[in-house]
Structure formats: C-alpha cells, structure tokens
C-alpha cells in the first residue's frame, strides 16, 4: 500500500463543493487537530473561508506561537547543477531550453557553503536537476559529505531514486529530502511534463515514501501553485501530508507554498493563486496541522513575506540564488550549454543572445524578494520574532574530554 492508492481513491471534487457557513467556519477555526478532517480543510480554503480570513490568521498565528514559539528558521538554497533530462514546461532548467548550464565541482561546491555560513546559514539545501551523467548518486553523496564539513545540517531536492540509492547519501549526512509533486492533477502533469523520468507521476508520488524507508527524517512536500487549481492542488497536498504523518511518523514533515515564477522558456502560468488566497491557504495547513513546517521562499515579495512571517510561516529562505555558482560566481569557467546530452562551448560574445550574466549560469527562475539575509533577519526580530540560523549548537554535539 503506498499514498498512489488512497490518492485515487480521494473524492477531492465532491469534497471542494460542499458550501460552508460562517458559523461552521467560525467553529472549525476554533477546532483541535484531532477534530479536522480533510472536509474541513476544504472548506477553510473555500471562497467563504476567505470572507473570515481575519479569524483563520488570528487562530493561525495563536497556533503556531503555542508549537514553535516565535522563531522563524532559516536555510539557504544551494544550486550545484541546472542539468536536466527532463522536458517540464513551467522550468528554466528543461532540457531544451537554450540555457547556460553547469555542475559545480566540489571545490566550487565549499565556496558556495563557505559564502553561506559567513552569511550565518547552518542549514543548507543542496539542489540539482536531474541528470545522471553530470548528477550521479555517487556525486550527490560526495557533495552531502562536502557540506557536512561546513555545516550541521543538509536536505536535499534532487530527481527521485530508489531506495538502496539513497542509501548513500544518507549515510554521508543528508537528513532531508524535499520533493514536490509540481501538481496533482495528472491530465496537467502529463501535458506539462513531455520527456525524461519524470513523466511517470506515480513514480513521483511515492518518492517520499521511498526517502522515509531510505532513512530520511525529514520529508518536503508541496504542490508548485499556477499549474492547476490551487484549491484541489491544496487539498492533495493536505492528503498527502496527513498520510506521511500516519505512515512515515518517525520523520518531521514540511509543507512549501511555491508560486509560479518568470523563468527561461517564458512559460505563463495556467491558473493564478491571489495573495490572499496564498495567507487563507497557510492558515488553512496550519489549523489542519499545528506542528507541520511551513515553508515560504523567496518567489513572494518582500512585502508579502512581511506580512506573511507572523501567521503560520516557520522555515524561510533569505538572499536566494537558483543558478549553481550564484553566491560566489564559483563554476564561471566551465558554464556550457547541453545538446542531446553533449557539452557544447560558448563563447563571451555569445552570453548576451542568451539573456543570461556572464558571470553565472542560468537560474531555475526569477525569485522575487532580493533582500539579504540580515536584512530579512532584522525585520523578523522587528516584528517580535527571533531568526534561528540552525537546528542545533555544536557545542552540545561534542563529547566531553
């Protein structure tokens, strides 16, 4: 048994019709975890929720101050490869976008950690397209180990694997894998996705579980907004959530909310999400569950983000990069571009034509919020809250002589 078979079994379209009341919606913003049902989630995240948004962020935030207190935990995106098999239309890292790519060596690898701990990041995760000539297992565990020397803690958010071939990446310290399924809806996932692995959705589907048995302990899920509705994306997800929760329940589990965002190919979303309905949907997963991470990146605005850190938002990116080498300028020298799997040179003269800087690799798209980590530390600390750079001292983790 594995979430593919409760998922085809979910009725999400009956369950996104039923109507909702303001006093049930009141009372279901007042309701225990142990009391919310996967229907009650669909009607928090309903046009009529949306009228009592006031009440869900007041519940939200009172919620999430109860269970984490009032720190916002930070981590750095880590880029090390923008090589890709795979055809996905909504990516700036699709195989047949005329890119400029690398993979960065572990040399290169350190200088981008280094420049993020001097930021203050103890808490990195390491991204890479997929592509096994340039990102083999063998590398990603060799990049794992790398980091370890730098920092305590490493996620990663790399193509699925089987089991036994996360194994070693496990064991050289990654303790996170985050995942997205892009979207639930499989007629979108099949238009959306036209070449390499991860066309098979079921495949996809089931990689958290594969992580968890594998012995990561912490699991990322999410759903990439502007795919599909975002109403049914949410509700999939919140399903997908409750079913790690019961089944995977040594590991901790982690909810994104990534929206679309301008990338290379200039592909325009198919649905759009409004940032209220980005907040009534953070309130919404954390009345669902009041000890799940929520995860909010640098895609929103400066502004939103703001705004946003208070009610629900537990885990930020600061000073984003989503170009390997982009924090230091590290792989310059050998950035290429990718013809049928072959490397193929380019010239400075034809950097330009490319729309990209010369300095760096193309990013997987366009964030939004460009502040520097110290900058979005002293708003948090303005708004009553406490930056927490790392999960642990490594003072407590040495053994007394």
Known sequence: MSFVSDFNALPLGSLLKQSLSANSLQARAAMNKSDITLADFAQLISP?????????CRRSQQLTQQRFGKVIRFFAPLYVSNECINNCSYCGFSRDNPILRVTLSIDDLQRE???LKEQGFRNILLVAGEHPKFVSNNYLADCTRALHEIVPSVSLEVGPMEVEEYRPIVEAGADGLVVYQETYDRPIYGEMHTAGPKRNFDWRLETPERAYTAGFRRLGIGALYGLADWRLEALSVAAHADYLLRNCWKAQVTISLPRLRPCAGEFQPLTHMTDRELVQ???AFRLMFPDIGLVLSTRESAKLRDGMFPLGV??????SHTEPG????????????T???????????EFATIGTAATNATGQFNIADDRSPEEIATIIRRLGYEPVWKDWDE???????
Request: proline share 0%; hydrophobic share 40%.
């Open 48 to 56: 009529a929720g949306s009228e009592h948004l006031e009440a869900l």
């Open 113 to 115: 950690a280094r420049s």
């Open 281 to 283: 949907l953070v309130c």
């Open 314 to 319: 537990t885990l930020i990116s600061a000073g």
């Open 326 to 337: 982009g924090y230091t300028g590290a792989g310059k020298e050998k950035i290429h571009q």
């Open 339 to 349: 013809v049928r799997g072959r490397i193929v040179e380019v010239g400075a003269s």
């Open 395 to 401: 003072a407590l983790m040495t053994k007394a002589e």
